[in-house]
């Protein structure tokens, strides 16, 4: 494999299987040129604690830059958050960060997860949306394009709500209503600010056999002048760079010839 980095990561200190001392170690022997640690962000929600990063993230900043300087002048380790459109915290004073979009508000105010379960995804196109799966759709990239309007340092997994909507079981991924409502979201990232991730987690947990982003969000990001970050979203060590040559092919089939690395000097571009 050429140089990669891996820099959407989660550890036991959210939802993750293994330490971040231990997905550290996992990058730095699979020959990662930078390793960055990026926990879901604390949210207001009840029933996320224990699978999000605390509110007070001191322990969490001391381990990564403790990490830092195990690895000093062998990789590069870099202090991130995956922030949650839902989040009570803010990025401020992090290498970067990830803006994700997990979940969905009904007219009720009630939260719907979008890829936990294909059950909840199914309430919340029967309860908050008639049945309706592609104003479903709609309304999570309306979520999508706020966050983007952020300019995040990395837009993660745009097409979440895909997740499980294999063989089209929520709503038709070649209906022009939803691809007009993906391509509205991606228009509000700012490619001269933000990176667009391809993201092999879903691969590595058994959900996809292909990565995030469809081919058409690509191709319209590489006419934006876009570029993009290979990213493993790993919950565990064993993923760290799980199916990186797979989200390579996907960029070079949408046109790119190069990506990005993360690094402590910045973003450095690579080809593919």
């Known amino acids: 494999m050429r140089e990669f980095c891996s820099v959407h990561t989660h550890s036991t200190l959210c939802d993750g299987k293994d330490t971040l001392a231990d997905m550290a170690r996992a990058a730095f022997q699979a020959g990662a040129v930078s390793f960055g640690a990026s926990g879901h962000s604390h949210t207001p929600i009840p029933e996320d604690e224990g699978g999000v990063l605390p509110a007070d993230m001191t322990a969490y900043r001391a381990e990564v830059l403790r990490l830092r300087e ?31 979009v997990h979940r969905l508000s009904g ?19 029967d309860a908050a949306f008639g049945g309706d799966g592609l ?23 745009i097409d979440l709500v895909t997740k499980f909507n294999g063989g089209g079981a929520f709503f038709d991924e070649g209906s022009p209503r939803y691809r007009r409502a993906a391509l509205e979201a991606l228009r509000k990232l700012d490619p001269e600010a933000a990176l667009l991730e391809i ?45 990186y040559e797979a989200a390579e ?10 990506s990005v690395l993360l690094t402590l000097e910045g973003a450095v571009e690579r080809l593919l």
């Open 70 to 100: 195990e690895y000093a002048g062998r990789m590069d380790v870099l202090l991130g958050i995956e922030l949650d459109n839902c989040a009570d915290v803010t990025a401020e004073g992090f290498d970067y960060w990830i803006g994700s």
């Open 135 to 157: 104003a479903m759709a709609e309304a999570y990239y309306r979520e999508v394009g706020r966050m983007a309007a952020r300019r995040p340092t990395i837009l993660g997994h």
């Open 249 to 258: 092919e996907l960029a070079r089939s949408a046109g790119f010839t190069r």
């Open 199 to 243: 993201n092999t987690g879903a691969m590595s947990r058994g959900y996809r056999d292909t990565p995030y982003p469809a081919p058409f969000l690509l191709e319209a990001w590489r006419e934006m002048g876009g570029r993009v970050i290979l990213t493993a979203d790993a919950h565990s060590a064993s993923a760290i760079a799980y199916g």
């Open 107 to 125: 007219p009720d105010g009630r939260l719907y997860t979008v890829d936990w379960r294909p059950e909840l995804l199914a309430a919340c196109r």
